[in-house]
């Protein structure tokens, strides 16, 4: 991700696209899941939305949330 604001020009704050990224990454959902999850809540947003978010801020997510762990020895 870029140094500055990341969520610059994005349309949602960025609490939104980061539960729905994280939503998608953690368990088992369907772009149209998380959707349908952010419409109960009354957030309307497309899956390909959630989709592109998925696609930009979920490797940075996955640095962030992985970067503890020592994954050599599982193999």
Not at 30 to 44: C, H, K, P, T
Request: some cysteine; charged content about 25%; overall charge positive.
């Amino acid at each position: 991700m870029s140094h500055g604001f990341p969520f610059k020009h994005h349309r949602f704050p960025p609490e939104i696209i980061l539960l729905a990224v994280r939503w998608y990454c953690r368990y088992a959902l369907s772009y149209r899941d998380v959707r349908d999850m952010l419409s109960e809540r009354g957030i309307e947003v497309d899956a390909s939305t959630v989709y592109r978010w998925v696609l930009k801020f979920g490797p940075e997510i996955a640095k962030r949330n992985f970067s503890h762990c020592d994954w050599r020895g599982l193999t």
